[in-house]
Each structure stands twice: as C-alpha cells, then as structure tokens.
C-alpha cells in the first residue's frame, strides 16, 4: 500500500481549509493529516483536529488557547498557539505537504519557514507571491520546494501545461467572473455596500477574497501570482472575463492554438488536484454537461469601473516591494469597506496613495518586506481615520 501523505493544513476553519477536509475526508487512504492551525475559531479546530486525527493544533491568536486546550482534552491531539508554532511545526520530518490557506499577508511567514525546510506547498495563499514573488521563488528553488497551485486559475494553468508537452507558450488567458458589479454602471458601484459585494455570483469564498473579487483585485493579485509561478511577463497574462466560470483559465502557443481547462465552479477539484497530484481520484463534483451548458460568454475587464486591475498591472511593472505595498494597503481597506468605514472606491484610492508613496526597496527580502507591509497598514490606517484618502 502506498505510504499517506502527511500534510498541514495552515486555515483549516476557512472556506478552503474545510474544502480541503473535505476532500481529505473522502481519501483517508491517502492522507494522514499531522497540523491544523486556525486564528480564532478554537472550537472548530478542535473538533476538525480530533476528527482527522491530527498530531498537533494552533490556535494562532494565543488568547484562544485555553478554549482550544480544553476542547482537545481527552483527545492525543496537541495544542500549541502562536505563529511561532506555526513556523516551527510545519518544518516538522512528520510533514510533507503544507497547505497554504491563511488570509493574506499572515501566510508569509509560515510559507517561508516551510519552503526553507524543502515542503511540498500547496498555495491558496495567493498574498505570498503578490508581497514577495521574488523572494519566495528564490527560496523554493534554493531549497527544492515544490508549489503547487490552488486557485482555481492556476491550477487551470498548470493543468494545461502539463498538455503543453514543453511546448513554449506565448500567452496566459486568466479568466474570471466579473464579480457582482460585472454590469452595474460606475456610479451605482460606487455606492455599494459590503452586503451586495459578498454576493459572488459563482463562488462560495471567505469575505476578503469576495470583497476582492468585486473590486477585481483578485483577478489582479491572480495576475501577479501566475507571472511568478509560471515565469511570464504580466503583459503577457491577459484578464478576460467569463461570467460563466467553466472555464478556468488558457494558455496560448505561438501558432495560436489555445488549450482551455474546463470544470463546474468547485474549489474541491483544485485543491484534490494539488494534495493528489500526479494522481485524479474521483470527486463527487457536479460534471459538466455540454448539452446543457448553452452558451460561454467572454469580454474584457472594464479598468475605469476596476481600476484595482489596472494597479495590480501598474505594481507588477514597477516591481520591488511595490506590489507588498499595494497587498498591505488592500488589507487594510478591504478590512475599512467591510467595517462601513469608507466606500467601494476608497479602496483603489488608497491603495494608489500608498503605492505612490511608500520608500522604493528594488531587491526585497523577507526583512523588508515585513516592513513595507508594517508601514503600509499604519499609513492607510492613519489616512482613514485622518479622512486623508483622496
């Protein structure tokens, strides 16, 4: 019998840390889950951790320690709290898969300590590589980690190039939804509420990547993403919208021919395709069917009603620790938006302010870009307490 895969799963009480047990539940030949870590939600890791049978759990916010300990108690799993324990554990002989599934810029350090320790990194996290593509991919090639991607797109991506058989390609086709302002005018989207952008029209998500995905930053921060892991200029990914979301992104070769990966929109068959890869065990996904399907629509993104999109273009070209800034500033002003502190076109405002004005580091490492992130928060912070967003 083949020996289980060991894997972490880093936001396991998220939308893809429980997707991800989910699948992980239908394949318990294959997998022995050793770590589950959550932020806050003591009790929904403790009972995850007890029913999969893990090593360890971490509650990252060590105020929620005492209610995870005493949920595990009886149990053989062991509670730790901290991102320290996170960093720590991953590295752990015990690991061979990490599965990157925190919100944000908080992935970072965990992914860091993991890829120096040589894992196998499944990335939900797409944060990382937008804060510091360059630094982690160096890293991953110095230590011989493997990334996998998760993201529905990229693992599109990656799908159609295994078809590629090393065939150079030319061109990204990065697809998208449109979100739920996809044929609202501009000035109703401005006046958009937090409710009415958590309407996704396909995907069931968490609230940031929702919130992102109404703005079009997350097609963005995709963009940014797919140039670092499949080494292509970002002139070089075109965004193209599809309300449909069956197909999940393309690649082109220089004759023209495209190749498509296509799907029902469930984040389960990424993220088992990443955890099971070379392997394609069933999954009990909706299938799609083409005589049902009807039509599949395409257009561009409209920039002056998205202007996110735009700035994530505008960060990739600069470089540096540009696009950690513009990371830190959306975290800030998605967290705003959500809170009804500013409105839907505060958040490309400030993030524009804060990539104009943060100190330029050409060639940043880990160090720097903790502090470009550090520096960012507080100066958007303070602009919207201020009122200084315009």
């Given at each position: 019998?083949?020996?289980?895969?060991?894997?972490?799963?880093?936001?396991?009480?998220?939308?893809?840390?429980?997707?991800?047990?989910?699948?992980?539940?239908?394949?318990?030949?294959?997998?022995?889950?050793?770590?589950?870590?959550?932020?806050?939600?003591?009790?929904?890791?403790?009972?995850?951790?007890?029913?999969?049978?893990?090593?360890a759990a971490v509650i990252?916010?060590?105020a929620k320690y005492d209610?995870?300990?005493?949920?595990?108690?009886?149990?053989?799993?062991?509670?730790?709290?901290?991102?320290?324990?996170?960093?720590?554990?991953v590295e752990g002989d015990?690991?061979?898969?990490?599965?990157?599934?925190?919100?944000?810029?908080?992935?970072?350090?965990?992914?860091?300590?993991?890829?120096?320790?040589?894992?196998?990194?499944?990335?939900?996290?797409?944060?990382?590589?937008?804060?510091?593509?360059?630094?982690?991919?160096?890293?991953?090639?110095?230590?011989?980690?493997?990334?996998?991607?998760?993201?529905?797109?990229?693992?599109?991506?990656?799908?159609?190039?295994?078809?590629?058989?090393?065939?150079?390609?030319?061109?990204?086709?990065?697809?998208?939804?449109?979100?739920?302002?996809?044929?609202?005018?501009?000035?109703?989207?401005?006046?958009?509420?937090?409710?009415?952008?958590?309407?996704?029209?396909?995907?069931?998500?968490?609230?940031?990547?929702?919130?992102?995905?109404?703005?079009?930053?997350?097609?963005?921060?995709?963009?940014?993403?797919?140039?670092?892991?499949?080494?292509?200029?970002?002139?070089?990914?075109?965004?193209?919208?599809?309300?449909?979301?069956?197909?999940?992104?393309?690649?082109?070769?220089?004759?023209?021919?495209?190749?498509?990966?296509?799907?029902?929109?469930?984040?389960?068959?990424?993220?088992?395709?990443?955890?099971?890869?070379?392997?394609?065990?069933?999954?009990?996904?909706?299938?799609?069917?083409?005589?049902?399907?009807?039509?599949?629509?395409?257009?561009?993104?409209?920039?002056?009603?998205?202007?996110?999109?735009?700035?994530?273009?505008?960060?990739?070209?600069?470089?540096?620790?540009?696009?950690?800034?513009?990371?830190?500033?959306?975290?800030?002003?998605?967290?705003?938006?959500?809170?009804?502190?500013?409105?839907?076109?505060?958040?490309?405002?400030?993030?524009?302010?804060?990539?104009?004005?943060?100190?330029?580091?050409?060639?940043?490492?880990?160090?720097?870009?903790?502090?470009?992130?550090?520096?960012?928060?507080?100066?958007?912070?303070?602009?919207?307490?201020?009122?200084?967003?315009?």
């Amino acid at each position: 019998m083949p020996q289980k895969r060991r894997i972490a799963i880093l936001g396991a009480t998220g939308s893809i840390g429980q997707q991800a047990l989910d699948v992980v539940s239908r394949h318990r030949d294959m997998f022995q889950v050793e770590l589950l870590t959550a932020n806050e939600n003591a009790e929904q890791l403790a009972k995850d951790a007890i029913a999969f049978d893990a090593n360890a759990a971490v509650i990252c916010n060590p105020a929620k320690y005492d209610a995870l300990s005493s949920a595990l108690q009886g149990s053989t799993v062991k509670a730790f709290a901290g991102m320290p324990s996170v960093e720590r554990l991953v590295e752990g002989d015990n690991i061979d898969i990490v599965l990157t599934a925190m919100v944000g810029f908080s992935g970072m350090l965990p992914t860091t300590a993991a890829v120096k320790a040589g894992k196998t990194i499944a990335l939900a996290n797409k944060e990382t590589l937008v804060a510091g593509g360059d630094f982690i991919i160096n890293l991953a090639k110095k230590h011989n980690a493997h990334i996998l991607p998760v993201d529905s797109e990229h693992s599109a991506i990656f799908q159609c190039l295994l078809g590629a058989t090393g065939n150079k390609i030319s061109k990204i086709h990065l697809t998208g939804s449109g979100g739920p302002f996809r044929t609202w005018e501009r000035e109703d989207i401005a006046k958009a509420t937090a409710a009415q952008a958590l309407k996704h029209p396909n995907w069931a998500m968490g609230a940031k990547i929702t919130i992102d995905s109404s703005t079009l930053m997350n097609k963005g921060f995709e963009m940014i993403e797919a140039s670092w892991l499949f080494g292509m200029a970002p002139k070089d990914i075109e965004v193209v919208i599809h309300p449909e979301s069956v197909i999940h992104s393309m690649i082109e070769f220089e004759d023209g021919a495209v190749l498509a990966q296509m799907a029902s929109p469930d984040m389960r068959q990424p993220i088992q395709f990443a955890l099971c890869f070379p392997q394609r065990p069933p999954l009990n996904a909706k299938k799609l069917n083409f005589s049902q399907l009807g039509k599949m629509t395409f257009e561009a993104p409209d920039m002056q009603k998205f202007p996110c999109l735009a700035l994530a273009y505008k960060a990739a070209e600069q470089g540096g620790n540009i696009s950690c800034a513009m990371n830190a500033a959306n975290e800030v002003a998605v967290a705003s938006f959500l809170a009804g502190k500013i409105g839907f076109y505060d958040i490309p405002a400030l993030i524009s302010k804060a990539m104009d004005t943060v100190s330029f580091v050409k060639n940043p490492g880990l160090d720097e870009l903790l502090a470009t992130h550090e520096e960012t928060m507080a100066r958007t912070r303070e602009r919207i307490e201020n009122g200084s967003i315009n």
